[in-house]
């Protein structure tokens, strides 16, 4: 399971590199830039993984909101530049929130379980390809290693 996680954080951290130029670090704190973290879960509520996603998002927007994936209505996507799905669990998605994925037009992350839901949006994504790291760091502070 510890294995699992570093994976997933591993991913996460990479995919944020490539989805967020590197001119945005130095961007304004909110910098125009609105990011959505859609999420499954457990208990339908913001839990540590989800946090920690908003926390690396967070150094490039302050603007971040989270919404349950089954919840998700066009109005939480307005002005929205980023969207972020975190499947924790495996679930079915409803057809609205499939729907909504596909027809925003800003950057789309796909995290975690539920993908192959999403994915079809993504033709050069291959959702069936795994592969293990270690471990994590920003490329300027390799100390504070994930």
């Known amino acids: 399971m510890k294995r699992n996680g570093k994976l997933v954080w591993g991913v996460v951290l990479l995919v944020l590199m490539s989805?967020?130029?590197v001119n945005l670090a130095e961007a304004d704190a909110g910098g125009g830039k609105k990011a959505v973290i859609m999420y499954?879960?457990?208990n339908g509520k913001v839990e540590?993984?989800?946090k920690v996603l908003d926390g690396m998002i967070s150094r490039y927007t302050t603007d971040i909101s989270y919404v349950e994936?089954?919840?998700l209505e066009a109005e939480d996507l307005e002005e929205t530049t980023h969207l972020f799905y975190y499947g924790k669990?495996?679930?079915q998605l409803h057809e609205e929130t499939v729907e909504l994925f596909a027809?925003?037009?800003g950057v789309k992350t796909i995290i975690g379980y539920n993908a192959d839901q999403l994915s079809s949006q993504l033709d050069h994504v291959d959702t069936s390809l795994q592969e293990a790291v270690e471990g994590a760091y920003e490329?300027?502070?390799e100390d504070n290693a994930v």
Do not use: L, M, R, Y
Request: no cysteine.
């Open 69 to 71: 994936a089954n919840s």
């Open 89 to 91: 669990v495996e679930e």
């Open 139 to 141: 490329a300027d502070n």
């Open 103 to 105: 027809d925003f037009d």
């Open 40 to 42: 499954s879960s457990e």
């Open 19 to 21: 989805v967020f130029p």
């Open 48 to 50: 540590e993984n989800q």
